[in-house]
């Protein structure tokens, strides 16, 4: 079993950062593939960014390539998503998801747990 809990979160102005944290329980965590997903209000839930158990491998949307960065930090559990230059369409409850095999996958069916989700806001 794997609890994730996001944090994070905020209102920011378009053109600003945050860092997102997904804290995650559980042994496995270190030989699970992580990813980060979407929704934004009345939109289907969206992949964003997916790491490998080693963080050897990453992928990207392309609406967030060069502008967001996942990474993890397997000592403490813990997988990151870096979000800078932000837009007023990245608005959306960000969500961490821990898979049962160590890849990277941009389908939410390959994700066993999810996390609660963290809001982002951006305005213009």
């Known amino acids: 079993q794997v609890q994730l809990v996001e944090s994070g979160g905020g209102l920011v102005q378009a053109g600003g950062s945050l860092r997102l944290s997904c804290a995650a329980s559980g042994r496995t965590f270190s030989s699970s593939g992580m990813g980060w997903f979407r929704q934004a209000p009345g939109k289907e839930r969206e992949f964003v960014a997916a790491?490998?158990?080693?963080?050897?491998?990453?992928r990207y949307a392309d609406s967030v390539k060069a502008r967001f960065t996942i990474s993890r930090d397997n000592a403490k559990n813990t997988v990151y998503l870096q979000v800078d230059s932000l837009k007023p369409e990245d608005t959306a409850v960000y969500y961490c998801a821990a898979s049962s095999y160590g890849g990277i996958y941009a389908s939410k069916s390959e994700y066993k747990y999810w996390g609660q989700g963290t809001q982002v806001t951006v305005s213009s």
């Open positions: 790491i490998a158990w080693s963080g050897g491998s990453t």
